[in-house]
């Protein structure tokens, strides 16, 4: 199980649901145990779905090899904390329990097969060792590497074990003779360190295929709001649950990413156009380029000698987001059903489906009939929230409105369990309109805790507020519950049975939930409301050999935000960086409370002080490892003019919180 950060998991209590029992001892509640309402949502399910089809469980374990038992990953940064611990998924076998989904317990189940696979003849899987999936495609001289998943501690774990499997085969080929990076997102590059070094990549001229624009969007996406980003992961993916039937069992795109050491390469050859077609260690490809569809930059791509297609992250077994609840620009959800009709007629041929994430498939009406399910959910939800947004609704009265039809509803990989209709229609809406909802009342509204305030003062204070969310409990309307509830807390953070309450709410539609991310964030949201903001969230300094292959001007955009604007009024001071490994020079000037960044070409203009160091120690600085007044003062680097207003400039500068409140105001 991975540690809880800041507190331990409650022990699980057999007593009802606060709604029911009025006096309840706070300090003894963990997760409340579900409600009557939640057994009959879950039964609604059982009753919709046919959740006894097995053709899913079929193909993913077909072509199975071996599994890895006990599939544990420690971290390289501490040695007894786990990155990927799949063991701790054993609970799901067998008929869902009361508090999950029945559906998102089908897909954990699927998600729980593990090891590795055999696709076809040359073409291998590694499945269950992370989010995604690591993809070996057999060469002339070696190995194919696709998406060598999140972290350096998994691929190199996913790595060895196929070696070893290979081996006894009688294969004892381990060199690796390219690597593909089918898009941007981390989970299908972060670990590429852990299977070979930059500088074998360089040394032996490995050919590293990734989409055109991927370095520049695998490094900027989590440069500006990487805070918020990484602090919103940790409810999507329920980081700090306990794994268990009360807490997080599955993301729906996999069990969730490993949180290890990232990194990454520049990539060599660049994809930017359909059709390119390639040669690698005397193996075909044709790739697809599919850019702003499920990733800024992204390809998928075609093996004709095997008649085999990888669909990248463009299609899933799962519906995916056009809004992800870390946070995240808005895709293109036309784009991405253009794609995929796109790649339905250009592989037709295709027998074999396979992909970064879920199972695979095999038979082409099969893949077919899948393609254009994938197509039809992606354009069904964009032009019926169009429709709807074009009669004035609002994106919360589409969400509660639009509904798949039967014939995508039925089919379990148009089925919500990572994306929703729900945040997928608000997407949708925010990629034409934006935020703003017309409504005057909603332009300029008050701020939460004041708004909150209100609230509770109109209900006729805390405890008519209470007595009103219980008669919505009872009633299992805990949606509006913990819209009350919510206020309270707002306005009286210090109110336990206010919290104690939304957090039982919060049980219910978590346990309610299909969706993996849906259930992460009630669950976690509940937890913290027991047991208060964790001290601390993602390390930063796992992300280091990212931000040393990262662009200096990211770094000082980064710094831009952080600026404390407050601080900086009439401050002008100039500050010139020169990168003594780079031979690059920048200036850096404050203007109207706003940092600005320069290269120079000349180092003529006056400045308060030159710092000089290496671009390695300036990334140690910005990620906390190096120490600002003890960097400044010590013989790693020099400086010309005033230390005193180094320290003074660099003092404006907030360092990144890891962690900050959500579910309460402080």
């Known amino acids: 199980m991975l540690a809880l950060i800041g507190c331990q998991p409650p022990e699980q209590t057999n007593q009802s649901p606060i709604g029911d029992t009025p006096n309840v001892d706070i300090g003894a509640w963990g997760n409340t145990e579900p409600s009557s309402f939640t057994l009959?949502?879950?039964?609604?399910?059982?009753?919709?779905?046919?959740?006894?089809?097995?053709?899913?469980?079929?193909?993913?374990?077909?072509?199975?090899?071996?599994?890895?038992?006990?599939?544990?990953?420690?971290?390289?940064?501490?040695?007894?904390?786990?990155?990927?611990?799949r063991p701790a998924y054993d609970f799901i076998k067998g008929d869902a329990p009361n508090s999950v989904n029945p559906s998102l317990w089908r897909q954990a189940k699927l998600n729980n097969i593990n090891g590795l696979f055999e696709v076809t003849n040359g073409v291998y899987q590694l499945r269950g060792f992370d989010l995604s999936n690591m993809t070996l495609i057999r060469g002339k001289n070696g190995w194919i590497i696709v998406d060598p998943l999140t972290a350096k501690e998994t691929a190199a774990t996913a790595f060895q074990f196929a070696m070893q499997q290979f081996a006894a085969r009688g294969d004892n080929e381990q060199r690796i003779s390219a690597i593909i990076f089918t898009h941007s997102h981390i989970d299908h590059f972060g670990g590429v360190l852990g299977i070979l070094s930059a500088d074998d990549i360089q040394r032996l001229n490995i050919p590293v295929v990734a989409p055109l624009g991927f370095m520049e969007e695998a490094t900027s996406e989590n440069m500006i709001a990487g805070t918020a980003m990484s602090r919103r992961a940790v409810f999507m993916y329920g980081k700090n649950l306990p794994r268990n039937e009360r807490g997080h069992v599955d993301s729906g795109l996999g069990k969730g990413p490993a949180f290890g050491e990232f990194s990454i390469v520049a990539p060599n050859t660049l994809v930017g156009k359909t059709v390119t077609e390639l040669t690698l260690d005397g193996v075909n490809f044709q790739f697809q380029y599919t850019p702003e569809s499920e990733a800024p930059a992204e390809f998928t791509f075609y093996l004709p000698q095997l008649k085999a297609f990888?669909?990248?992250?463009?299609?899933?077994?799962?519906?995916?987001?056009?809004?992800?609840?870390?946070?995240?620009?808005?895709?293109?959800?036309?784009?991405?059903?253009?794609?995929?009709?796109e790649m339905r007629q250009l592989y037709d041929g295709a027998d074999i489906y396979f992909a970064s994430h879920h199972w695979p498939m095999w038979g082409r009406d099969r893949i077919q009939e899948f393609l254009k399910q994938q197509r039809d959910t992606y354009k069904y939800i964009h032009d019926q929230t169009v429709r709807l947004m074009n009669k004035g609704k609002t994106p919360d009265d589409i969400a509660e409105e639009l509904?798949?039809?039967?014939?995508?509803?039925?089919?379990?990989?148009?089925?919500?369990?990572?994306?929703?209709?729900?945040?997928?229609?608000?997407?949708?809406?925010?990629?034409?309109?934006?935020?703003?909802?017309?409504?005057?009342?909603?332009?300029?509204?008050?701020?939460?805790?004041?708004?909150?305030?209100?609230?509770?003062?109109?209900?006729?204070?805390?405890?008519?507020?209470?007595a009103e969310a219980r008669r919505a409990m009872d009633k299992g309307n805990y949606?509006?519950?913990?819209?009350?509830?919510?206020?309270?807390?707002?306005?009286?953070?210090?109110?336990?049975?206010?919290?104690?309450?939304?957090?039982?709410n919060y049980d219910q539609l978590g346990y309610q939930a299909e969706s993996g991310p849906w259930r992460d964030v009630y669950l976690t949201g509940a937890l913290e409301l027991r047991h208060g903001t964790p001290e601390k969230g993602i390390n930063i300094a796992t992300m280091k050999d990212m931000l040393l292959l990262t662009p200096?001007?990211?770094?000082?955009?980064?710094?831009?935000?952080?600026?404390?604007?407050?601080?900086?009024?009439?401050?002008?001071?100039?500050?010139?960086?020169?990168?003594?490994?780079?031979?690059?020079?920048?200036l850096l000037w404050l203007e109207n409370s706003v940092l600005h960044h320069a290269k120079e070409t000349n180092s003529e203009s006056d400045v308060n002080a030159t710092l000089n160091l290496t671009h390695p120690l300036f990334a140690s600085m910005l990620t906390g490892e190096a120490g600002l007044k003890d960097t400044l003062f010590s013989d790693d680097l020099s400086v010309d003019g005033s230390r005193i207003d180094l320290v003074r400039f660099f003092s404006l500068f907030e360092k990144p919180a890891t962690s900050f409140a959500i579910v309460t105001p402080e």
């Open 479 to 504: 949606r509006w519950a913990s819209e009350l509830l919510n206020h309270l807390v707002f306005a009286q953070p210090d109110n336990a049975l206010a919290k104690e309450l939304l957090a039982a």
């Open 552 to 586: 200096i001007e990211n770094f000082f955009d980064s710094m831009a935000v952080r600026l404390k604007a407050e601080d900086a009024t009439d401050k002008d001071w100039r500050i010139r960086l020169h990168f003594t490994d780079l031979k690059e020079t920048y």
């Open 40 to 85: 009959a949502a879950q039964q609604d399910v059982l009753e919709q779905l046919p959740l006894a089809d097995q053709q899913d469980f079929k193909d993913a374990n077909r072509g199975l090899i071996a599994s890895l038992s006990p599939l544990k990953t420690a971290s390289l940064r501490e040695s007894e904390t786990f990155v990927w611990d």
């Open 310 to 341: 990888c669909g990248g992250e463009v299609v899933s077994r799962n519906m995916h987001n056009l809004y992800t609840l870390r946070g995240a620009k808005v895709r293109d959800a036309l784009k991405w059903s253009g794609y995929i009709e």
């Open 403 to 466: 509904q798949l039809p039967e014939s995508l509803a039925q089919a379990f990989s148009s089925r919500g369990y990572y994306g929703t209709v729900k945040h997928n229609a608000r997407a949708v809406y925010q990629g034409y309109l934006g935020w703003y909802d017309a409504n005057p009342a909603h332009l300029d509204p008050l701020p939460n805790i004041e708004r909150s305030k209100g609230y509770v003062a109109l209900a006729g204070g805390a405890d008519k507020l209470i």
